[in-house]
């Protein structure tokens, strides 16, 4: 079993950064594929981005490139989401997601695990 528990959303205007964190409990984390995703209102849940157990690959939904990282930090239990270049189309519930696979899966249905999620919104 794995609890997840997201922190970092807020407020900020477009153009600015923010960093989500997602802390994990259990002695396995290090173990667990991660993986971020968000759903804006009226919308599904889209996948954003994942990272694999060891940190060694990632995969990021092709509208977040080149503005948002995913890291991880397996003494810490934790994986970050550094989001730069806010939009206001980012803004979303953001969730945090364990996956018992070893890869940085970007299909939903793979996660076992998700945290309650993070509110972050984008002003213009």
């Known amino acids: 079993q794995v609890q997840l528990v997201e922190s970092g959303g807020g407020l900020v205007q477009a153009g600015g950064s923010l960093r989500l964190s997602c802390a994990a409990s259990?002695?396995?984390?290090?173990?667990?594929?991660m993986g971020w995703f968000r759903q804006a209102p009226g919308k599904e849940r889209e996948f954003v981005a994942a990272?694999?157990?060891?940190?060694?690959?990632?995969n990021y939904v092709d509208s977040v490139k080149g503005r948002f990282t995913i890291s991880r930090d397996n003494s810490k239990n934790t994986v970050y989401l550094q989001m730069n270049s806010l939009k206001p189309e980012d803004t979303a519930v953001y969730y945090c997601?364990?996956?018992?696979?070893?890869?940085?899966?970007?299909?939903?249905?793979?996660?076992?695990?998700w945290g309650q999620g993070t509110q972050v919104t984008v002003s213009s």
């Open positions: 259990g002695r396995t984390f290090s173990s667990y594929a």
């Open positions: 990272i694999s157990w060891s940190g060694a690959h990632t």
């Open positions: 997601a364990a996956d018992r696979g070893a890869y940085a899966s970007i299909r939903e249905n793979d996660y076992d695990y």
